[in-house]
């Protein structure tokens, strides 16, 4: 079926659509993309562009195995055992295991409160998942008028849980002693102190506690927060230990090139199945395959509302008044214009309109509530449809919409718009065109195979170059997890880190448009965030960010010698020089100053640190 | 005193002699620099969508009443739980009487029946639309607010400013714009850092993040410096201690410290009234707190600014409105079209703007919300042309072609 569509010929009809900017695009250099990058820089640059940044040792192992070994392994993930510190980290986050069923039950969402509330479901099992379900269900009757006067207190006080000097401990005591009582509370007790703990104490402790009792802090303080912080623990600590980086790096690329927004309604719970079972499974595989997995996933069916797009003569209501639904043409438009063709790429709005009567009937059962994708025949448009010049005919069912994937799929515009994506966020931002080319010929060659298109770009002499050497600015994530990486700071709480990213202008997960974040270097290098950058830089090193630890003794009092622990390289000049003065200044105050931590904050938040 | 001379007095004893920014010093120096004292648009965005009828009541439309039994606010008769009569036929809320004065006084313009023409009623798509200016466009990347700024050579690093965790939707795209969350945290906290970064970004060849830095570290010098004093609202004017107040106070702040404020923006929540929006008097409640805090927040950032208000202009907006009758919860579910304040010194008001739809069964937009009269692109485009100054208003609303001005800006 994919091939036997004939696509040459419907291209004729194709009408560009008016340009989103009409930016003229400036004359571009690309001379530097024919300099060959020496070879001793070589490692240091597939390492920043394949990785979250190099980790001490990395450019001696990658030496040892050869480059091109070891990019041919990261480009076959299967076969590198993956890091047993990286599986103890994510074991304590329980909703990335589940369904979206056992999800949507498991934890307060407002849908789960609202259910819950009118009897329609049983509150969570867990029980300090219960107790926040409960608390929330009376503020939500209580806002309602109906509040039923039940006692807000916890089934045991907290004074007959703890003694009383074990009290004070928690709140007068020094970190160790917090620590420790906290480390000992009895297996048997322990949800029923983190029920009748007062929240501002739970807050106080969070960094302390071991990632098991944090989460249940989270869970009863911040209770529809705990998805949420699952995913973004996760991605920190995926993309700061695991050993199959580049596959952590295709599954932020592909996650966002099919962005979903965590607080759009029902996808608060549906995330987790989304990346787990949408996006990682196919990030080096079929783009096929990640189209459709993506376009029957209940995340983006909601988030781009497909779910309640309907063929409206289905819908007529009897008294001959307008329906309440109708057709919804928000994924049609998209899944054109962001996930395959791109916004050039020669379709029209009755191309739109088309594709989204393809897709009426693609939907959710009980979309509230964590149900799974199923197609509604009683809604689906059963006309005939003409897609990019093709003929759909009549009744073809649920059949529409994946002969609509087909021909996006094997769309020339499409091969060309995912190998500029790619080269975008791996080679430069405005990637040669030779190298586009040669890309969108792999990807129309082995329809659409990422692992061969990836393979195409990670042996060209473009990615090998000079013109791509540093040319990318860090995105907040990649700018985090690489000073992790760089300096091997231990994280045991690794949310704190998401919010920074946040702060940086990129929250995980809550890109509200369908369009994702931008790769384009312009992007991340605003006022507000590169202070952020430097703040956390500062902060990293000197051990103030709570749950990561850096060991300062690695760092040499030779600035030049931290500068190359941490960068890979030497530092520019401009940045030796200026350390030098301000380690200088430091030391005429006070000849005894330990300057470890100081030079390497100020190398992490230097202009070098930013690129990759 | 001419326009010159008063602004290098007023910024450099602000700024103070030896620590002068360099876009400062270009500003006052330079015979061709810009003049920072420049119309200034300040952008409120009411999230979760205000009940607009409830807000500027149609105290003269029969049909409010019918279709608000428990939550209307009562016709005028001089109570303090009555509207507050504006022209005979519409009047404020009674929460918002501090902004009567200002109506009197001809400097608010009030636009009923006006929003987005796209039918979403959903927050997500309807924030998403009013803040990109493109109504029914998801994958518009950047901001009408963004876009109304006029390029230009030289300009302050402080031109667009987010009193905001985030940049706000609305303020991002092609030209810089600052997220301040609190004025106090726009620096490196570490004293021996600052002065290092500084200079590694003043002499790196990186040419993106020189430009950056250096931009950076100008706005943070303009930023400690006008903090240097305790900052006193003029006049007596006693922001709110919310979020809202003390944006809008810090928002003043800037302004009057002359440093090259273009746009500004700030949002205020919890308007998403599903239940208990009005309390037994209608001077109490949800919408009445919320009221009360926007209105005592107008009134203290028009006080305080006093003659300075020539320059500027405050618009308020939110995603929609609500629905026409009131629902079980005494409250109201989501609607269509709403209201929106102009406040300034160039704006024409003491005026209810824009085409009453009326409330009648066949009058209401899908038999059961305030129809669109005006929209949204018409208000906040005339600010953009006629008091920014920005003629490009084909680039700030694309695919808009055809605004209809209201006649707001004098």
Known sequence: MRKSLALGLIFFCALALPARTSKKKPEIDYSQFQKKLPKD???????????????????????????????????????????????????????????????????????????????????????????????????????????????????????????????????????????????????????????????????????????????????????????????????????????????????????????????????????????????????????????????????????????????????????????????????????????????????????????????????????????????????????????????????????????????????????????????????????????????????????????????????????????????????????????????????????????????????????????????????????????????????????????????????????????????????????????????????????????????????????????? | MNRRIFLKSSAMAMVGVGSTPVWLSRALYAQDAPSPRKTILVAIFQRGAVDGLNVVVPHGEQRYYDLRPTIAVPRPDGTPDSAIDLDGFFGLHPSLRTLKPIYDSGHLAIVHAVGSPDPTRSHFDAQDYMESGTPGRKATTDGWLNRALVTEERKSPVRAVSFSADLPRTLRGLNDAVAIANLSDFQVRDPRGASTFESMYAGTMDKVLNGTGRETFEAVKLMQAIQKQQYTPAHDAKYPNGRLGQSMRQIAQLIKSDVGLEVAFTDVGGWDTHVNEVGPKASVGQLPNLLNDLGQTLAAFCQDLGDRMADVTVVTMSEFGRTARENGNRGTDHGHANVMFAIGGDIKGGKVYGDWPGMADEQLYESRDLNLTTDFRDVLGELVTRHLGNRQIANVFPGYNDPKFRGLVL
């Open chain 1, 41 to 612: 820089l070589q490692v240091v640059h597939a390492l920043d562009r394949l990785t979250f940044g190099p980790r001490p040792g990395d450019v001696e192992a990658v030496r040892k195995m050869g480059l091109k070994k070891w990019i041919d392994l990261q480009l076959h993930p299967e076969r590198i055992k993956e890091n047993p510190e990286l599986d103890k980290k994510i074991e304590p986050l329980e909703s990335l295991r589940m369904t979206q069923a056992e999800t949507f039950a498991s934890y307060p969402t407002p849908q789960l409160i609202r259910a819950v509330a009118v009897g329609r479901q049983r509150p969570p099992e867990d029980p300090v998942a219960r107790a926040a379900v409960e608390r929330q269900v009376r503020r939500f009757k209580a806002r309602q008028g109906q509040d039923d006067n039940m006692p807000m207190e916890p089934a045991v006080p907290f004074e007959e849980l703890l003694t009383r000097d074990q009290i004070r401990t928690l709140r007068t005591g020094n970190n160790d002693q917090k620590k420790e009582l906290l480390d000992q509370l009895p297996e048997e007790s322990i949800d029923d102190v983190v029920v009748a703990m007062p929240p501002p104490m739970r807050n106080q402790l969070m960094a302390l506690a071991s990632p098991v009792l944090r989460r249940k802090f989270m869970l009863a303080n911040q209770p529809q927060q705990v998805v949420f912080y699952d995913l973004a623990e996760a991605k920190l600590y995926r993309a700061i230990l695991s050993n199959r980086q580049l596959n952590e790096e295709l599954v932020d690329f592909w996650y966002n090139h099919f962005n979903v927004y965590i607080d759009k309604g029902a996808d608060r719970f549906l995330i987790p199945t989304y990346e787990r079972q949408a996006i990682r499974p196919h990030v080096l595989g079929h783009f096929r395959d990640l189209l459709e997995a993506t376009a029957s996933s209940p995340a983006m069916l909601f988030y781009l509302d497909n779910w309640q797009s309907v063929a409206p003569e289905t819908v007529k209501r009897p008294n001959g008044k307008a329906p309440q639904r109708g057709l919804n043409e928000n994924y049609a438009r998209e899944l054109m214009e962001l996930h395959t063709l791109g916004v050039d790429g020669g379709y029209t709005q009755k191309d739109i309109i088309e594709v989204a009567r393809c897709f009426t009937g693609w939907t959710i059962r009980n979309p509230q509530q964590g149900g799974d994708f199923f197609f509604n025949e009683k809604v689906h448009d059963k006309g005939q449809k003409i897609v990019l010049g093709v003929t759909i005919p009549a009744a073809g069912g649920k059949d529409d919409a994946e002969k609509v994937l087909d021909i996006l799929a094997n769309h020339p515009s499409t091969a060309k718009f995912i190998s500029k994506k790619l080269a975008q966020r791996f080679v430069a931002d405005n990637p040669p065109p030779e190298l586009l080319d040669r890309m969108a010929k792999t990807f129309e060659k082995t329809h659409g195979d990422i692992r061969e298109v990836m393979k195409t770009m990670l042996e060209s002499k473009e990615f090998f170059s000079a013109g791509a050497y540093r040319a990318k600015v860090k995105t907040p994530i990649e700018m985090i997890a690489s000073a992790i990486r760089a300096t091997d700071a231990q994280v045991d709480y690794a949310f704190p880190l998401a919010q920074r990213i946040g702060q940086l202008g990129e929250p995980l997960y809550r890109k509200q448009e369908p369009t994702g974040y931008s790769s384009a270097n312009a992007e991340w290098v605003s006022s507000a965030s590169l202070l952020g950058r430097m703040n956390f830089a500062l902060a990293l090193a000197q051990n103030k960010l709570p749950g990561v630890r850096v060991d300062i003794t690695r760092f040499s009092n030779d600035p030049a010698e931290t500068a190359r622990l941490v960068l890979f390289t030497d530092a520019t000049p401009q940045t030796r020089a200026a350390i030098d003065t301000a380690l200088a200044d430091q030391k005429s105050k006070d000849p005894k100053v330990v300057t470890q931590a100081l030079s390497a904050g100020l190398v992490l938040g230097s202009p070098d640190f930013q690129r990759r």
